[in-house]
C-alpha cells in the first residue's frame, strides 16, 4: 500500500534510528533502492502468512488493507470503523504527528482497546521492541480507552499435534513498560526526522558497521559503491569488521596498501597475499593430511532443509528444521552419478527419507560433505525419529568427512572467495560464471521456499518442474564438491 510522501511510515522510522541517510534516501530518492532479493521477499512472504494466521485468534475481524488502495483511505477507513463499533480490525491504520502505523490487529475486548503486532520469528529482538513502541506512541495518542499493545511471535515449546492449537501456537508479550519510558524519544526523534527532511541535504554519514545493524542497509549499492574493487579490504573475511573500517578510513581502501609487517592475524595475511598475487595459497602438507581421511570409495553428500515457520507434521514445532532432498554423488568411471530422494511435501516420509539416505550411503567407506554441522543435525534428529536405525545412522556420522575443513582451517584460500567461503564461493573457482548462475534455485533459501510453494501450487506441471529444479540445484552441490576434491588432489601433486 502506498504512503503519502508527507508522513512518516513505522519503516521510514526504522531507516532513521539506523542511519539518517537511509531514512533520507527513502523519503527522497527511493530509486536507488537496492533489488529486493529472492530471499528477502520469501521472508516478506513468509511474515505475510504468519501474520494472517494470527488474525485468527481474534476472528471476523475487518481486513483495512484489503479494502483500501492509499494509507489514506486506510485511516478513513479505520476511522468509520471506529465509529461504527467494529471489535477487530486487521492492519487498522493511524496517523499521529506525521507518523503513520498499520498495527496488525486492533481489539476491543468489552474493557479497553489491544493491539498485536505479529513478528514470524521465535525471539523478540531490541528492534522489534522498538518498531511496537512507536505503534504503541501512535495508538495511545489516537485512540481513547487503548491500553496496551503485544508482541505476538512464534512459540518454541509449541509441538503440533492433529491440527494448530492457535493459542499454543503464538506467545505474547506487552511492550506497555518500555513504551511508556520512550514516549519523549518518540517526540524528539520526530522532530529530528522533519528537520532532517525540511534542510533536503543528503546527511554525511560514511558507511560502518551501523550499515548492517540491525538490518543489512536497502542503500549498499549505493553507499558502498567504491568497495566493490575485487581488491577492496572489505574482501576480506573472517575479520573483525572494526579493524575492516579502521584500515579503510586509514587509507588502505585495497589490499596492495595493507601493512604485512602491521599486527594481522595470519589468515588475514594470507587473505591479503592472495589477493594482491591473484594466486590461490595451498599448506600442502596439511592439505594431504586432510586428504588421507579419505579411505576407500568415496561419495558426495549434501542435503536441503525446510524450517517451515508454522509446523506441519506431528510432533514438529515452529521453524523446526525438516530434511526434504539429498544427493548423492560418485564417479562411475569418468562420469558423475546422482541418486536423490526428494521428500513429498504434503505428507511426513522423514522415516524414508532416513532409509533412502542410508541405502544410498552404505556401499561407500567415506561420505565427503562440505560443512557437516548441517548433516550432523539432522542425522541426530532423524536418529531420535527412528531409533531402530540409530547403528546405521552413527555408521553414516563416523564416514562423513569435511571438505570445508581445509576452507575453515586456512589451509587453502582462493582470491575468487571474496571474504565468503560457503560451497557457492568455492564454486566460482572452477568457472568464469558460477554453475549456480543457470539455475533456477541457487541459493538454500530459495530451495526452501520453493518447496514450501509445491504445497499450494496446484498445477503438477510446474510442480514437477519444482522438483526437477530442486534436485538439479541439490546435485549442483554434490558435483561442486566433487570438483573442489578433484582441484585439492591436483594441486598437492605438483
Ligand atoms: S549503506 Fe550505510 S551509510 Fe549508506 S544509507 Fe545505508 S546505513 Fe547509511
Redesign the pocket.
Known sequence: MSTSATTISKTAFLKYD??S??FF?YKKHPYLRDPVSKEKQFTFNRGHQVGLLAQQLFPGGVDVSVQTKNSKAAFELTQQLLKENVTTIYEATFIFNGVLIMVDILHFDGESWKAYEVKSSLKVSDAYIKDACLQYYVLKNSIQNFNDLFLVTLNSNYVFGNEIDLKQLFKKRSVKENAEKNIEFFNSTITKMNLVLEQNVIPD?P?GK??FSPYE?D??GT??KNTKDPASVFRIGKSDREQLFSLYFSGAETVDKVDLNSDLKPHIKIQVESIRTGRPYFEKNAIKEFLQKIKGNYCFLDMEIWSPAIPKYNGTSPFEQIPFLFSVCYLKGQTPVFKNYLKPIATDSRHEFLSAILDATKDFDSVLVFDKNLEQQILGKLENLVPEKRAEVNELRRKLIDLAEPVQNFNFYHPKFSGNFSLKAVSEIFNEESDYSKLDIASGIVAMHKYEGMLSEENSLINEQTKQNLIDYCNADTLTCMKFFEYLEENIKE
Open positions: 539506523q542511519c541517510k537511509a534516501f554519514i558507511i551501523h550499515c542497509c542503500y549498499l553507499c558502498w
